[in-house]
């Protein structure tokens, strides 16, 4: 079992719908959760973090988590066309010696926006 | 200000030779990063700096990986006898001491081919 894992997609949504990416992680110790775009042939770039079960919003995208079931994901309302690229979700391992601040990333979801 | 830069961009290189890949990462970041990215796969962690501490090395695939950072700075990963399946994309990050915790900071990659 992976220890983040997400489907790969390709999701297809119409602009102006919302985008819907799932991410599990399997580590119950886990702390603080990561979104991050990335466009082809670019380098990802963070839009959202997360550390306390509940929802979190910022402007078009909202996370949620869900830690008692190990589920993260990343909403986007009234999707874009230029919000197509793969989004990366990311756990922090839990803390040990000389293990703070390692991110483990899932596979990355997809994301085409249709106009 | 400068972000992470990384360099060559681009390295093509015969099946066992060693390559050597540079990363600067942002000015005053004590923490940095390496990670592996195979075509259409996720992120791969590979080794951690943080300040003084001993690396993290527990990403790196095999003994023919290694890295070293100078000074708390400049950091480089070499691979000896180079194979086809190292061929990816190589990301370096870096992050702050204050601010979101570990809002790591991506470079622009070195995309290495081995032939």
């Known amino acids: 079992q992976k220890e983040v894992e997400q489907n790969s997609g390709p999701l297809s949504v119409p602009e102006g719908a919302i985008a819907s990416l799932n991410c599990t992680y399997s580590?119950?110790?886990?702390?603080?959760f990561f979104w991050y775009r990335q466009y082809s042939g670019k380098s990802p770039e963070l839009i959202m973090f997360i550390y306390s079960n509940g929802d979190k919003e910022d402007g078009r995208f909202t996370a949620q988590l869900n830690k008692a079931s190990q589920y993260v994901s990343l909403l986007i309302r009234d999707s874009q066309p230029s919000d197509s690229a793969t989004y990366l979700c990311?756990?922090?391992?839990?803390?040990?010696?000389?293990?703070?601040?390692?991110?483990?990333f899932g596979q990355g979801t997809e994301l085409s926006v249709k106009p | 200000g400068a972000g992470v830069s990384q360099s060559p961009s681009n390295k093509v290189t015969e099946k066992g030779k060693d390559v050597e890949l540079r990363c600067d990462p942002i000015s005053g970041h004590t923490a940095l990063y390496w990670y592996r990215q195979s075509l259409g796969q996720g992120l791969e962690f590979l080794i951690y700096f943080q300040g003084n501490s001993a690396p993290d090395k527990s990403g790196l695939p095999s003994d023919r990986f290694s890295a070293e950072r100078t000074g708390g700075s400049v950091s480089t990963l070499t691979i000896q006898r180079t194979q086809q399946e190292d061929s990816a994309v190589y990301l370096c990050a870096s992050r702050p001491t204050s601010g979101a915790y570990n809002e790591q900071f991506f470079g622009p990659g070195t995309r290495l081919t081995v032939l």
């Open positions: 580590d119950r110790g886990s702390q603080s």
């Open positions: 990311a756990v922090i391992k839990p803390r040990g010696y000389n293990q703070g601040g390692k991110l483990i």
